[in-house]
């Protein structure tokens, strides 16, 4: 711990100049505290940043960038506050010609952070609709791992994100094998983040989990580091079915987006489980007979450790919903629904059901 002022302090030197600060209102209280008095001229707060990165807040913050003669970014939070980041950084080289910088103080475990990719939802059409995007110049050029930026964060929106990282290890394989860098990688920080969170005590928030000794500063340095690694190469990290419901459920129905995976991961393997063949070993102990069925099992009885959602009845979104995003999957992700194999549009709706 201990890492994040002397870092900040050296940004200048590292030709991070004039940066404009991202993040949430609920962090701006740390951001005066923590970020502010160890950086140099600074352009700006923005912290009007909704879940998803609606296009609207994008190009907002842009124009505020633009203004105020920004010349890098610090993004201080979780996932939406990363998207923002990359996809401000994105439409600025387009306007003004260069990307903006980034430097990432994540407080979630996603592992956002460590990729060239991010989502800005449309709010123009009928409905709302998340489109991804990869951008390699995007990817934070600095990343700083400090247990101190995770004590803070509310303990389900911690949690649920690290099952948003076991999501990324775990589609991830879906082009590639178990000897390439990502498998062997993921397979690392699948682990660490399992032998973590199965020991997570329930009910505490983050801060008082830390202060009673429930939780020690090194676990959360073990989930940063396994977030890592289970996104170390993210060129290989195409998403799956998993993720692509999650961004239906997020962009358009406004789900929150660590959530997702939560209540998709452990179905989606299953469905998907000839699609990824013996791959999946990787995350299990050697000699397992059924590795995406044990790996599913592992998955669920996590997150009902974890007392995170695991059905889409938790949210407000009936049954009639299913339809259209059935179609919107269909529509916009034909590969990824064809994970599921032969009768793909059958199994696609079975699957929705079974996650209500």
Known sequence: MGIVDAALRELAHDGLERPMIFTVEPLLRSTDRLILPHLHDVSGIISDFPPHAPDTAIESALDRCILAGARSIVAYGGGSVLDAAKAVSHFHSLRQGRHLPIVALPT???????????????????????????ERDTVPKIVLMDPSLLINTPRALLLSSAVKGLDHAIEGMRLVDVDHPHAIMAAAGASRFFDVLEQWPTDLETGEAVQRGAVHPDALLQLQLAAWQCYFYPASVIYGLSHRIGHILGGTFGFPHSVTSCITLAPVIRNCEARYGNKLRVFNLPGEPNPGAALAARIESLVAHLGLPNRLRSFEIGLSALPEITDLLRANYQSEVADLGEDADRKLEALLRSLW
């Open 108 to 134: 979630t475990l996603s592992g956002s952070e460590f990729s060239h990719y991010f989502g800005v939802t449309e709010t123009s059409g009928a409905r709302p609709f998340k489109r991804s995007y990869a």
